[in-house]
């Protein structure tokens, strides 16, 4: 069983920071990927930041030069700065692990229970 914990979220205004953190524990032998994926009612969950553990960096274009991911690898934690918020970035942040619970086994993704960040004044 793995476990993520999401923390960070909450309302902020227009020009405003945030920042999301998410640590995953369990039955994980190896990470391979953490990533923060992003959800507004009606649309498709979609790709905000993602981290490879060796260190491969992928942002979507919306947040390029704004947002900034970070990993920890010894302490399984991803961290998402988010800086000159927009109301655009309203929505439910989800944290996402990709990895392998043994040496040469298959690779598993998972997704945490998501975290509210609201951008509004």
């Known amino acids: 069983q793995v476990q993520l914990v999401e923390s960070g979220g909450g309302l902020v205004q227009p020009g405003g920071s945030l920042r999301l953190s998410c640590v995953a524990s369990?039955?994980?032998?190896?990470?391979?990927?953490m990533g923060w994926y992003r959800q507004v009612p009606g649309k498709q969950r979609e790709l905000v930041a993602a981290s490879t553990t060796g260190g491969t960096t992928t942002y979507a274009e919306s947040v390029k030069g704004r947002f900034t991911i970070s990993r920890d690898n010894a302490k399984n934690t991803v961290s998402l700065q988010m800086n000159s918020l927009k109301p655009e970035d309203t929505a439910v942040y989800y944290c996402n692990v990709l990895y392998t619970i043994a040496l040469g086994g298959s690779k598993y993704d998972y997704w945490g229970q998501g975290t509210q960040v609201t951008v509004s004044s």
């Open positions: 369990g039955s994980i032998f190896r990470i391979f990927a």
